[in-house]
């Protein structure tokens, strides 16, 4: 199955754009349970980051990922990376529900870590990885790559931040996935594992509503999931939708699904609207259905007029590069930890608020 159209191993590519010199930024990759690591290591590899070490406890899996990667190594354990004092930041995409505790000792050793989005499964785990930042002083720093490794998106956060559209007053994000079953692991189908549905996907558009609203906290004021379509799945959640209104009073509406057909190009037809007081954009992240089977589309409405950009290969993924200068700095110009702590808070309280429906 091509990569485009299997979403757990969409791994976006950009163009190298180091940020650091060779050898400056050592990173490890460790629990390679979801593709997205992939991702993870492209991001920061392009930007400058020297990969040394990888581990996962499927020993084949971790020597399949480093020969892939020139420069790596397999890790005989987590250990080992954790007491080596040139590794710098742990990426990890782990089965959801040990992302947090696995985020914990990472801190607890001195060193950042890049978890997968969801970043937690519950408010406990939440709690503590607060508690270890607070203490550590260490990154809790979150792949939300919907926004991050989408070139149309992190567009949009530029023009919005420019005020091309006035005051974001609303954000539809629509963020439908392809389920292909068989290709899934067991995890993916138990819901203490992978969170909900509204905790999992969910978590990036809650994530985005933040970041194109300005919004720093949110209510949710209705959310629903179901199982539609996947009766042999009972734990599974392939529809949910929820509403909220942020502290600035901008208002949310999602929906996530695991329903997309065979006959679309591409794993999902990801897609946002943003309104706002002086115009309106549109993004079709991945295909632009029945016109172009390419990605990132950007449609701007304004007073000047009707706009289509294809912005596909023209705004690069910076957040990989400010990431590793915010872990060397100290700094958080990639992303505030409170902002990837409220996304995650918000998708946690949505999916707990959620009625089932169907």
């Known amino acids: 199955m091509s990569q485009k159209s299997d979403g757990m191993n969409y791994a976006p590519q950009g163009k190298p754009s180091p940020v650091v010199k060779p050898g400056e930024f050592v990173f490890a990759a460790t629990h390679l349970d979801h593709g997205h690591i992939n991702g993870q290591c492209n991001g920061l590899v392009e930007a400058g980051a020297q990969l040394k070490w990888v581990y996962d406890a499927d020993t084949a899996k971790a020597e399949a990922f480093a020969a892939q990667r020139p420069g790596s190594k397999v890790a005989r354990s987590l250990d080992e990376i954790l007491d080596d004092a040139e590794v710098k930041l742990v990426a990890a995409?782990?089965?959801?529900?040990?992302?947090?505790?696995?985020?914990?000792?990472?801190?607890?050793?001195?060193?950042?870590?890049?978890?997968?989005?969801?970043?937690?499964?519950?408010?406990?785990?939440?709690d503590q990885a607060k508690a270890t930042v607070a203490r550590t002083g260490r990154k809790y720093a979150v792949y939300f790559s919907e926004r991050l490794h989408v070139e149309s998106a992190m567009y949009a956060t530029e023009l919005v931040q420019q005020g091309a559209i006035g005051q974001v007053v609303q954000v539809i994000g629509l963020g439908p996935h392809r389920l292909n079953a068989p290709s899934r692991p067991d995890w993916f189908f138990k819901k203490?594992?992978?969170?909900?549905?509204?905790?999992?996907?969910?978590?990036?558009?809650?994530?985005?509503f933040l970041t194109f609203t300005g919004a720093t906290d949110a209510t949710v004021t209705?959310?629903?999931?179901?199982?539609?379509?996947?009766?042999?799945?009972?734990?599974?959640?392939?529809?949910?939708?929820?509403?909220?209104?942020?502290?600035?009073?901008?208002?949310?509406?999602?929906?996530?699904?695991?329903?997309?057909?065979?006959?679309?190009?591409?794993?999902?037809?990801g897609r946002m609207t943003i309104l706002g007081?002086?115009?309106?954009?549109?993004?079709?992240?991945?295909?632009?259905?029945?016109?172009?089977?390419?990605?990132?589309h950007v449609y701007l409405v304004d007073d000047k007029g009707e706009h289509h950009l294809e912005v596909a290969g023209k705004v690069g993924f910076k957040f990989f590069g400010q990431l590793i200068l915010d872990c060397l700095n100290g700094?958080?110009?990639?992303?505030?930890?409170?902002?990837a702590?409220?996304?995650?808070?918000?998708?946690?309280?949505?999916?707990?608020?959620a009625r089932r429906i169907g």
């Open 331 to 339: 700094t958080e110009k990639a992303m505030t930890q409170r902002h």
């Open 93 to 126: 995409a782990a089965i959801p529900n040990l992302r947090g505790p696995l985020g914990c000792k990472v801190m607890e050793a001195g060193k950042d870590y890049f978890t997968d989005k969801t970043p937690f499964t519950t408010l406990d785990q939440l």
């Open 222 to 269: 209705n959310a629903a999931v179901a199982n539609f379509n996947s009766p042999e799945y009972p734990e599974l959640e392939d529809f949910g939708e929820a509403n909220l209104v942020g502290d600035n009073g901008a208002s949310n509406y999602i929906r996530v699904d695991w329903l997309t057909p065979a006959g679309l190009s591409t794993w999902g037809d």
């Open 277 to 296: 007081t002086k115009g309106y954009i549109e993004l079709r992240k991945y295909v632009d259905i029945g016109r172009e089977k390419t990605g990132d």
């Open 192 to 208: 203490e594992q992978y969170g909900g549905i509204l905790c999992d996907i969910g978590s990036h558009q809650f994530e985005q």
């Open 341 to 353: 702590f409220k996304a995650a808070e918000l998708c946690l309280r949505a999916q707990a608020a």
